[in-house]
């Protein structure tokens, strides 16, 4: 049985940190410095070459986190991500495969969409959770607002444009479970070790 995004988002707080890790070195110290602020739900994109090493290594050492994978786009990468440890699994866009790969494996997946026809695809499957990606070119608040009434059932994890300054309006609509925020681990402050920096933008939140 596959556990929902839902449940597992509920673990921390309703910002998700989406993070693009420059090195291994850097996983366990981010993951402390965001934790010790209350997140504890991380997404770790496989958009440098530690992701899949970050992942099994956050998943084996900080047991009491939410680990998953993001920027998931085919087959392989989800196998991988599994593989790793990852308790959930983020797609920049839906594949029916995907979903129904997941689902056999009881993994969370939150497929990205931007419009009506893939959304319908996530609610056929099965899935509770999509993500608006990128959420501010896909119309942003408005599209979400505009959804609620065709889609009762499936909420939002909106990333892509959402931003310190604008994060609370997508929180504040009641089909938004979380929202991604990439703005709390600026990379030049992960690369210089800065978790001082990174611990007084996390909060803020």
């Known amino acids: 049985m596959t556990i929902s995004f ?20 850097c996983a366990q110290p981010l993951a402390d410095t965001l934790s010790s602020c209350g997140f ?10 530690c992701a899949l090493e970050a992942i099994k290594l956050l998943s084996d050492t900080r047991p009491d986190l939410v680990i998953g ?8 990468q989800l196998t991988q991500a599994i593989a790793a440890g990852a308790q959930f699994v983020v797609s920049p866009g839906t594949d029916a495969v995907m979903i129904e790969q997941a689902n056999n494996q009881g993994v969370a997946l939150v497929p990205g969409v931007m419009t009506p026809s893939e959304i319908m695809i996530a609610e056929n499957h099965g899935l509770d959770t999509v993500k608006l990606f990128p959420a501010a070119l896909a119309g942003g608040t408005d599209f979400i607002s505009a959804m609620s009434a065709i889609f009762p059932t499936i ?19 009641p089909n938004v479970v979380c929202a991604g925020g990439t ?9 210089k070790g800065h978790w001082d920096k990174i611990h007084e933008i996390a909060q803020r939140c």
């Open 155 to 173: 909420k939002f994890f909106p990333t892509g444009g959402v931003s310190e300054d604008n994060v609370n309006q997508y929180l504040s609509l």
């Open 183 to 191: 703005w709390l681990t600026p990379k030049s402050l992960m690369e």
């Open 6 to 25: 839902q449940e597992l988002a509920s673990a921390g707080k309703s910002i998700v940190p989406v993070i693009a890790l420059p090195s291994l070195d």
């Open 40 to 49: 504890h739900v991380l997404e770790i994109t496989l958009r440098t070459d």
């Open 69 to 76: 994978a993001g920027t998931v786009k085919n087959s392989g």
